[in-house]
């Protein structure tokens, strides 16, 4: 990699838009001494910010936006406001232009995706695109897709996704063959609905280049029993937040049943730094950035309440995907698996 | 309530039979002294054990029965070996001839469903059935369904699952007006798949008699946000198993963080009795027991790892629908909202 590799940022993301995106980018640059930021969004705010980390401030060019997408915008306005102008847009036809490898925003969700889809277009060959997320396991972490892009994915979308997270999760924990399971409500063959049931016969009877571990419950996302957990976007994001409230709900349990005495308000001070460990186990900002794949260029939407260090996660991830070459390892992905699905490998599959 | 209730007994199911049913019925039956208990099964193996339980003895019958549904047994498999002379079949047979009022089992699921859909019947305009889950919140107890009968309901199932959730919740909490969510992936209206935003608008433009809060999250379930969450089998059963998952890895990171240094160990002995009332509100078994809704009787279903303790609990949630008459709630609610979805009724709504 002899040219520089360039990160865009939507510095106007987020609950608080500079104060927060440019130390996380000051972080994430510490950590990554080869790569260079383009920073979107109001310079009068930026500036300032930015004078505080000279070392940031060597490797990033600020781009002047006069529109910042608003948290709250629906999609269809912020493409209609932001359109062209906003920071959002800005830093996603930053990557359309090769300008940057990947954009980073922790603005909302539904404008992003929207505007990643609309510059950026979805892959040769793939359907519909994913929103994939870092998943916290027993044994390390997941990625689990869709958490919300794709409602009522049907079996050969969720192929698709199975294809994608599998070259995502290849890039981010540099496992050679990631195991793939596709979400079911059992592991028996006849469970599930039409769409799951099609796309795990398609997965056992395909020759994929993919290890397809087969169907994966619910509790099995956090046990960690496979490396790419796949789903359509409606259910993958109830899991997600659900999921997500039974750790805030069973951490306000903890606290509660811990102060309620001296005794075990004692306890819980000697026991301090083992709270430490486990807090920073489950700590959000550690797992933050869903990554928006199936596009032609890499979009990772960081939560929009993090702060700095949950940012500065997020551009990890994005840098991970560049270094690793992605989007090329999905394109290359989906031919051969494109390939398979024409109706002559398909007969010839069905006929073994 | 001159006359005796009771509750049939599957005494064979559950990994351990009647060494874990009959102890886990003599605490319920000690809870409810008015109720008496039919126990179907094997004599040879329920005598000795209920021998050991003179308080239940007195308010017990056996019924013997040859055959046991297995816990693997496949629904199809379980109705044709089964058929008629199972410890299974006999219980939810009890039920239908008015010998009981209800049925309990920690059986398989599956087996429980088709046979209880089979013997039963659907409620006289209820579509399809629905299983709900006692799930612990911030705030207390929610009901939600369904979690795994009725894959892909449509927006009209959704409906009736929202009125029987609500009488559930009325028999089961004791509340008035319990609120009502329908669980999708953001709360404005244009989110959520086509069933979700039809039923939506029903929930919001029938006058039905129940307290329609609108959508709620995933993180709402946990939350305590509303008494009753509403969904369709497949989202139900996947966000409840995430749960679940996520309860037993956070434990599990809280213990290896508690062992792993002396101090930590000191720490967590001091504040064993925190961690003992923490541990009691997770408690599964204090949770345990899904409600089969909307048959023509009230059939239970323990998981069947459970204790005996954890199938009392299974025990008291179904004599609480029977002391609240939750059939003959449902059938009544069912009643109404059929009136009101009459053609004429619902143009007169959409014309409003």
């Known amino acids: 990699m002899a040219e520089t590799l360039t990160i865009a940022l939507d510095a106007m993301g987020g609950d608080q838009g500079p104060e927060m995106v440019i130390p996380g980018a000051a972080l994430a640059a510490e950590r990554h001494p080869g790569f260079s930021f383009l920073l979107f969004g109001d310079q009068a705010k930026i500036n300032p910010v930015l004078a505080k ?93 869709d958490v919300g892009a794709t409602v009522g994915a049907d079996a050969r979308q969720l192929l698709e996704f199975a294809v994608m997270g599998e070259a995502m999760a290849r890039c981010l924990f540099g496992v050679q063959q990631p195991t793939v399971g596709l979400l079911n409500i059992g592991v028996e063959e006849i469970k599930g609905n039409e769409s799951v049931k099609e796309a795990g016969r398609l997965l056992r009877e395909l020759n994929l280049p993919l290890h397809y571990h087969g169907y994966v419950e619910g509790d099995d996302i956090g046990k960690g029993t496979v490396d790419v957990v796949v789903t359509e976007g409606f259910t993958g ?45 489950l700590d959000p900002r550690k797992h933050n950035g869903g990554v928006f794949l199936g596009l032609n260029g890499i979009v990772v939407k960081s939560h929009g309440g993090t702060d700095a260090f949950g940012f500065a996660t997020a551009v990890d991830v994005a840098i991970d995907m560049v270094a690793n070459g992605l989007v090329a390892k999905i394109s290359e992905d989906v031919a051969q698996v494109n390939a398979l699905l024409t109706p002559a490998a398909t007969a010839a599959t069905a006929a073994e």
Do not use: Y
């Open 53 to 145: 980390h000279p070392k940031l401030q060597k490797v990033a060019t600020v781009r002047h936006t006069d529109v910042a997408v608003a948290m709250d915008d629906k999609p269809s306005q912020a493409l209609r406001r932001g359109r062209g102008k906003s920071s959002m847009w800005q830093a996603i036809d930053a990557v359309r232009q090769g300008e940057a490898q990947a954009a980073v925003s922790a603005g909302n969700t539904g404008a992003l995706m929207a505007m990643a889809r609309f510059i950026l277009r979805t892959v040769e060959g793939i359907q519909r695109p994913a929103i994939a997320a870092v998943w916290p396991t027993m044994r390390g972490q997941s990625v689990v897709l």
């Open 237 to 281: 994001n109830v899991a997600l937040k659900a999921a997500e409230g039974t750790a805030k709900q069973i951490s306000s349990f903890l606290k509660t049943a811990l102060t309620r005495t001296l005794v075990a308000k004692i306890g819980a001070l000697l026991a301090s730094g083992a709270f430490r460990a486990f807090k920073d186990r």
